[in-house]
């Protein structure tokens, strides 16, 4: 079984899979509340599927990019289980399992957006139907003339925390925006969790750190 977290944006989710169907999953959708409640989640979630954590298989998590604080507590989070439970660690991109959150579009390519402040948004595009990432994942500051290479020959879904800021500013005919907010959930990250696991695709315990993909910008106190 593989026990999977994810706090890379709201709050945080823990979905446990056996092979890739949902077994039993827990989520807090609310502000800042990952340091709190990802622990909880886990025990609930364990405790539902009565799993010992000694029988899991391996310990997965969203690697980013997205919320500095939620992804260093999640990414410590799991490593700890696996290190203390001698499992392997794999990993997934929180637009990689945003991209496996939409369904039933018509187009051509899928592009999750994370908000990440200000006009700026993490983005990358997924071809529709395979879900596959076609692009680099990127911090981007959006305007009129975001993505315009793209849209040109490509009908595209944007969805996302961020898609409310680009929906504001870009306006070609192939560009589609998903009005209902998507959340990244570790429910959806079954299948991405599971061929990483028969492909022995793990992470390193030592080295593994979060995808930031932009320094953090530490907050100081006016004087």
Same mark, same amino acid.
């Given at each position: 079984?593989?026990?999977?977290?994810?706090?890379?944006?709201?709050?945080?989710?823990?979905?446990?899979?056996?092979?890739?169907?949902?077994? +039993?999953?827990?989520?807090? #959708? /609310?502000?800042? *509340?990952? $340091?709190?409640? !990802?622990?909880?989640?886990? @025990?609930?979630? &364990?405790?539902?599927?009565?799993?010992?954590?000694?029988?899991?298989?391996?310990?997965?998590?969203?690697?980013?990019?997205? +919320?500095?604080?939620?992804? #260093? /507590?999640?990414? *410590?989070? $799991?490593?700890? !289980?696996?290190?203390?439970? @001698?499992?392997? &660690?794999?990993?997934?991109?929180?637009?990689?399992?945003?991209?496996?959150?939409?369904?039933?579009?018509?187009?051509?390519?899928?592009?999750?957006?994370?908000?990440?402040?200000?006009?700026?948004?993490?983005?990358?595009?997924?071809?529709?139907?395979?879900?596959?990432?076609?692009?680099?994942?990127?911090?981007?500051?959006?305007?009129?003339?975001?993505?315009?290479?793209?849209?040109?020959?490509?009908?595209?879904?944007?969805?996302?925390?961020?898609?409310?800021?680009?929906?504001?500013?870009?306006?070609?005919?192939?560009?589609?925006?998903?009005?209902?907010?998507?959340?990244?959930?570790?429910?959806?990250?079954?299948?991405?969790?599971?061929?990483?696991?028969?492909?022995?695709?793990?992470?390193?315990?030592?080295?593994?750190?979060?995808?930031?993909?932009?320094?953090?910008?530490?907050?100081?106190?006016?004087?």
């Amino acid at each position: 079984m593989i026990l999977s977290l994810d706090a890379s944006t709201t709050g945080c989710s823990v979905a446990l899979f056996d092979g890739f169907n949902l077994v +039993s999953s827990a989520e807090s #959708r /609310i502000e800042r *509340s990952s $340091a709190e409640m !990802l622990t909880t989640l886990i @025990d609930n979630v &364990l405790k539902t599927a009565k799993v010992d954590k000694k029988e899991l298989g391996a310990i997965a998590v969203a690697k980013g990019p997205g +919320s500095y604080t939620g992804l #260093r /507590i999640a990414v *410590s989070t $799991a490593k700890g !289980l696996a290190f203390a439970l @001698d499992k392997p &660690l794999l990993s997934f991109g929180t637009l990689d399992l945003l991209a496996h959150q939409v369904f039933g579009f018509n187009g051509d390519l899928l592009c999750p957006l994370i908000d990440a402040r200000r006009m700026e948004v993490y983005s990358a595009f997924f071809d529709a139907n395979s879900r596959k990432i076609i692009s680099e994942v990127e911090a981007i500051i959006v305007d009129s003339n975001s993505f315009q290479d793209i849209l040109d020959n490509n009908k595209v879904l944007f969805f996302g925390e961020g898609s409310a800021k680009c929906e504001e500013v870009i306006k070609y005919p192939n560009a589609q925006f998903l009005r209902e907010i998507i959340l990244p959930s570790a429910v959806f990250s079954g299948k991405i969790c599971y061929d990483k696991y028969m492909s022995g695709d793990f992470e390193d315990l030592t080295l593994f750190e979060p995808n930031y993909l932009k320094e953090y910008m530490f907050k100081t106190k006016k004087p």
